[in-house]
Protein backbone atom coordinates (compact mmCIF):
# COMPACT_ATOMS: atom_id res chain seq x y z
CA UNK A 1 0.00 0.00 0.00
CA UNK A 2 1.27 3.04 -1.16
CA UNK A 3 0.49 5.24 2.51
CA UNK A 4 0.94 2.63 4.51
CA UNK A 5 0.78 3.97 8.34
CA UNK A 6 1.17 7.66 7.02
CA UNK A 7 -1.03 9.85 9.13
CA UNK A 8 -3.52 11.97 6.87
CA UNK A 9 -6.43 14.98 7.78
CA UNK A 10 -8.78 15.39 5.11
CA UNK A 11 -10.93 18.35 5.85
CA UNK A 12 -14.74 18.50 4.25
CA UNK A 13 -14.47 14.88 4.84
CA UNK A 14 -18.54 14.50 5.69
CA UNK A 15 -19.57 14.16 2.39
CA UNK A 16 -18.91 14.42 -1.34
CA UNK A 17 -14.98 14.65 -2.64
CA UNK A 18 -13.95 14.67 1.24
CA UNK A 19 -15.34 11.20 1.83
CA UNK A 20 -14.00 9.76 -1.08
CA UNK A 21 -10.47 10.65 -0.61
CA UNK A 22 -10.52 9.83 2.87
CA UNK A 23 -11.87 6.47 2.04
CA UNK A 24 -9.21 5.90 -0.97
CA UNK A 25 -6.63 7.27 1.75
CA UNK A 26 -7.72 4.32 3.92
CA UNK A 27 -7.48 2.08 1.63
CA UNK A 28 -4.28 2.72 0.88
CA UNK A 29 -2.87 2.34 4.35
CA UNK A 30 -3.57 5.59 5.67
CA UNK A 31 -4.57 6.59 9.38
CA UNK A 32 -7.31 9.32 8.58
CA UNK A 33 -8.78 12.07 10.69
CA UNK A 34 -11.93 12.86 9.04
CA UNK A 35 -12.86 16.89 9.31
CA UNK A 36 -16.05 18.27 9.07
CA UNK A 37 -18.04 21.19 10.20
CA UNK A 38 -21.93 19.87 10.08
CA UNK A 39 -21.82 16.71 7.69
CA UNK A 40 -21.15 14.51 11.29
CA UNK A 41 -23.26 11.43 9.60
CA UNK A 42 -21.15 11.15 6.73
CA UNK A 43 -18.11 11.69 8.31
CA UNK A 44 -19.04 8.93 10.94
CA UNK A 45 -20.28 6.60 8.64
CA UNK A 46 -16.69 6.15 6.45
CA UNK A 47 -14.95 5.58 9.65
CA UNK A 48 -16.57 2.93 10.50
CA UNK A 49 -15.98 1.54 7.07
CA UNK A 50 -12.57 1.43 7.66
CA UNK A 51 -12.48 0.48 11.16
CA UNK A 52 -14.67 -2.39 10.12
CA UNK A 53 -11.92 -2.96 7.77
CA UNK A 54 -9.17 -3.18 10.25
CA UNK A 55 -7.78 0.53 9.08
CA UNK A 56 -7.36 3.17 12.39
CA UNK A 57 -10.12 6.44 11.69
CA UNK A 58 -10.94 8.96 13.87
CA UNK A 59 -13.80 12.03 13.21
CA UNK A 60 -13.04 15.56 14.48
CA UNK A 61 -15.71 18.61 13.95
CA UNK A 62 -13.86 21.90 13.26
CA UNK A 63 -14.70 24.81 11.32
CA UNK A 64 -11.50 25.16 8.86
CA UNK A 65 -11.81 28.83 9.21
CA UNK A 66 -11.14 29.68 13.17
CA UNK A 67 -7.83 29.42 14.20
CA UNK A 68 -8.65 27.73 17.77
CA UNK A 69 -10.90 25.07 15.84
CA UNK A 70 -8.33 24.27 13.40
CA UNK A 71 -5.16 24.23 16.10
CA UNK A 72 -7.28 21.64 18.38
CA UNK A 73 -8.18 19.67 15.24
CA UNK A 74 -3.94 18.96 14.47
CA UNK A 75 -3.32 18.66 18.23
CA UNK A 76 -6.28 15.63 18.39
CA UNK A 77 -4.32 14.57 15.15
CA UNK A 78 -1.08 13.90 17.12
CA UNK A 79 -2.76 12.66 19.93
CA UNK A 80 -4.30 10.38 18.33
CA UNK A 81 -1.84 9.15 15.96
CA UNK A 82 1.55 10.65 16.98
CA UNK A 83 2.12 12.67 13.95
CA UNK A 84 0.74 14.28 10.44
CA UNK A 85 2.38 13.23 7.40
CA UNK A 86 -0.48 14.34 4.65
CA UNK A 87 -2.86 17.00 4.94
CA UNK A 88 -5.96 17.49 2.55
CA UNK A 89 -7.55 20.81 2.54
CA UNK A 90 -11.09 19.45 0.72
CA UNK A 91 -13.41 21.74 3.04
CA UNK A 92 -15.24 24.75 0.98
CA UNK A 93 -18.37 26.84 0.56
CA UNK A 94 -20.19 25.58 -2.97
CA UNK A 95 -23.17 26.14 -4.65
CA UNK A 96 -25.52 24.14 -2.56
CA UNK A 97 -25.00 27.23 -0.11
CA UNK A 98 -25.18 29.91 -2.65
CA UNK A 99 -26.94 29.47 -5.79
CA UNK A 100 -25.17 31.10 -9.05
CA UNK A 101 -25.57 34.97 -9.31
CA UNK A 102 -24.71 37.89 -11.14
CA UNK A 103 -20.96 39.38 -9.49
CA UNK A 104 -22.93 42.40 -8.45
CA UNK A 105 -25.68 40.46 -6.58
CA UNK A 106 -22.95 38.95 -4.35
CA UNK A 107 -23.74 40.22 -0.88
CA UNK A 108 -20.17 41.22 1.01
CA UNK A 109 -20.98 38.20 3.82
CA UNK A 110 -21.21 36.21 1.05
CA UNK A 111 -18.69 36.66 -0.02
CA UNK A 112 -16.53 36.72 2.91
CA UNK A 113 -18.30 33.63 3.89
CA UNK A 114 -16.74 31.16 0.72
CA UNK A 115 -13.45 33.60 1.13
CA UNK A 116 -12.83 32.39 4.90
CA UNK A 117 -13.70 28.61 4.35
CA UNK A 118 -11.76 28.07 1.03
CA UNK A 119 -9.21 30.35 1.17
CA UNK A 120 -8.55 31.35 4.57
CA UNK A 121 -9.13 27.26 5.65
CA UNK A 122 -6.47 26.59 3.62
CA UNK A 123 -3.92 28.73 5.06
CA UNK A 124 -4.55 27.88 8.48
CA UNK A 125 -5.03 23.94 8.31
CA UNK A 126 -1.40 24.56 6.11
CA UNK A 127 -0.15 26.63 9.58
CA UNK A 128 -1.07 24.73 11.65
CA UNK A 129 0.48 20.79 10.59
CA UNK A 130 3.90 22.58 8.80
CA UNK A 131 5.04 22.67 12.38
CA UNK A 132 4.97 19.11 12.97
CA UNK A 133 5.75 18.39 9.43
CA UNK A 134 8.91 20.41 10.16
CA UNK A 135 10.40 18.41 12.85
CA UNK A 136 9.67 14.90 10.70
CA UNK A 137 11.11 16.36 8.00
CA UNK A 138 8.30 15.14 5.96
CA UNK A 139 4.74 16.17 5.14
CA UNK A 140 2.60 16.33 1.82
CA UNK A 141 -0.04 19.24 1.38
CA UNK A 142 -2.33 18.84 -0.78
CA UNK A 143 -4.87 21.20 -1.57
CA UNK A 144 -8.50 21.15 -3.92
CA UNK A 145 -8.82 23.92 -6.13
CA UNK A 146 -10.76 23.63 -9.09
CA UNK A 147 -11.00 23.43 -12.76
CA UNK A 148 -13.50 26.62 -12.95
CA UNK A 149 -10.70 28.93 -12.46
CA UNK A 150 -9.42 27.92 -15.77
CA UNK A 151 -13.22 28.21 -17.38
CA UNK A 152 -14.78 31.33 -15.81
CA UNK A 153 -18.05 30.48 -15.29
CA UNK A 154 -20.35 33.15 -14.68
CA UNK A 155 -22.10 33.41 -11.21
CA UNK A 156 -19.16 31.80 -9.70
CA UNK A 157 -16.98 34.60 -9.06
CA UNK A 158 -16.27 33.96 -5.26
CA UNK A 159 -15.83 30.42 -5.86
CA UNK A 160 -13.54 30.76 -8.74
CA UNK A 161 -11.53 33.94 -6.92
CA UNK A 162 -10.96 31.64 -4.08
CA UNK A 163 -9.86 28.71 -5.84
CA UNK A 164 -7.76 30.97 -7.84
CA UNK A 165 -6.36 32.06 -4.69
CA UNK A 166 -5.95 28.12 -3.70
CA UNK A 167 -3.35 27.86 -6.68
CA UNK A 168 -1.33 31.17 -5.84
CA UNK A 169 -1.00 29.61 -2.14
CA UNK A 170 0.18 26.58 -3.66
CA UNK A 171 2.66 27.67 -5.32
CA UNK A 172 3.88 30.10 -3.33
CA UNK A 173 3.84 28.17 0.21
CA UNK A 174 5.72 24.98 -2.41
CA UNK A 175 8.66 27.18 -2.51
CA UNK A 176 8.95 28.31 1.28
CA UNK A 177 8.52 24.26 2.33
CA UNK A 178 10.52 22.13 -0.07
CA UNK A 179 13.63 23.18 2.15
CA UNK A 180 12.15 21.57 4.80
CA UNK A 181 11.03 17.96 2.82
CA UNK A 182 7.56 19.22 2.56
CA UNK A 183 5.76 18.98 -1.07
CA UNK A 184 2.72 21.45 -2.05
CA UNK A 185 0.20 20.72 -4.63
CA UNK A 186 -3.39 21.22 -5.90
CA UNK A 187 -5.66 19.28 -7.44
CA UNK A 188 -8.67 20.96 -9.10
CA UNK A 189 -11.49 18.87 -9.91
CA UNK A 190 -14.03 19.42 -12.55
CA UNK A 191 -18.08 19.44 -12.33
CA UNK A 192 -18.40 16.66 -10.18
CA UNK A 193 -21.51 15.12 -9.31
CA UNK A 194 -21.53 15.41 -4.92
CA UNK A 195 -24.32 15.38 -3.11
CA UNK A 196 -24.20 19.61 -2.95
CA UNK A 197 -24.13 19.59 -6.52
CA UNK A 198 -26.74 16.80 -7.24
CA UNK A 199 -28.94 18.75 -5.00
CA UNK A 200 -28.67 21.94 -6.77
CA UNK A 201 -29.59 19.69 -9.82
CA UNK A 202 -32.47 18.76 -8.36
CA UNK A 203 -33.76 22.27 -7.49
CA UNK A 204 -33.41 23.11 -11.38
CA UNK A 205 -30.31 25.12 -10.64
CA UNK A 206 -26.41 24.43 -11.95
CA UNK A 207 -25.72 23.03 -15.09
CA UNK A 208 -26.42 20.44 -16.73
CA UNK A 209 -24.52 17.04 -16.51
CA UNK A 210 -24.72 15.84 -19.41
CA UNK A 211 -23.99 19.12 -21.22
CA UNK A 212 -20.74 19.37 -19.48
CA UNK A 213 -20.06 15.86 -20.24
CA UNK A 214 -20.67 16.55 -23.73
CA UNK A 215 -17.52 18.96 -23.43
CA UNK A 216 -15.30 16.68 -22.08
CA UNK A 217 -12.94 14.66 -23.96
CA UNK A 218 -13.67 11.85 -21.44
CA UNK A 219 -17.70 12.53 -22.20
CA UNK A 220 -18.78 11.07 -18.84
CA UNK A 221 -20.39 12.91 -15.43
CA UNK A 222 -17.09 13.34 -13.50
CA UNK A 223 -17.70 11.37 -10.22
CA UNK A 224 -16.23 12.35 -6.38
CA UNK A 225 -13.73 8.85 -6.82
CA UNK A 226 -12.39 10.21 -10.17
CA UNK A 227 -10.66 13.10 -7.95
CA UNK A 228 -9.29 10.18 -5.31
CA UNK A 229 -6.40 8.40 -7.57
CA UNK A 230 -4.56 12.24 -7.71
CA UNK A 231 -4.74 12.83 -4.14
CA UNK A 232 -2.61 9.39 -3.46
CA UNK A 233 -0.48 10.08 -5.71
CA UNK A 234 0.85 13.15 -4.45
CA UNK A 235 0.47 11.97 -0.87
CA UNK A 236 2.49 9.10 -1.79
CA UNK A 237 6.56 8.49 -2.08
CA UNK A 238 6.12 8.44 -6.41
CA UNK A 239 5.26 12.19 -6.12
CA UNK A 240 8.32 13.28 -3.83
CA UNK A 241 9.97 15.33 -6.62
CA UNK A 242 7.05 17.19 -7.40
CA UNK A 243 5.50 20.09 -5.94
CA UNK A 244 4.08 23.61 -6.92
CA UNK A 245 1.62 21.96 -9.28
CA UNK A 246 -1.66 21.82 -10.03
CA UNK A 247 -3.24 18.79 -11.26
CA UNK A 248 -6.60 19.50 -13.37
CA UNK A 249 -8.95 16.30 -12.85
CA UNK A 250 -11.74 17.04 -14.99
CA UNK A 251 -11.92 14.99 -18.16
CA UNK A 252 -10.20 17.19 -20.43
CA UNK A 253 -13.47 19.57 -19.85
CA UNK A 254 -10.31 23.01 -19.37
CA UNK A 255 -9.21 21.86 -22.56
CA UNK A 256 -12.16 23.64 -24.05
Known sequence: MHLQDKV?????????????????????????????????????????????????????????????QVQAMVDHTIQAFGRVDVLVNNAAVFVATYPLKDFDKI????????MAVNLRGTFLCCRAVVPHMRQQKFGRIINISSSVFWRGIPGFLHYATSKAGVIGLTRSLAHELGKDGITVNSVAP??????????????????????????????????????AGAIVFLASEDSAFITGQTIVVDGGLALN
Open 8 to 68: AIVTGAGKGIGTEIALRLSQEGARVVLNYAHSASGAQSAAKKMLASGRLATTYQADVSDPA
Open 107 to 114: TVAEWDEV
Open 190 to 227: GYTQSEGVIHVQNEGLGQDPNEIAAAQAIARPQVPADV
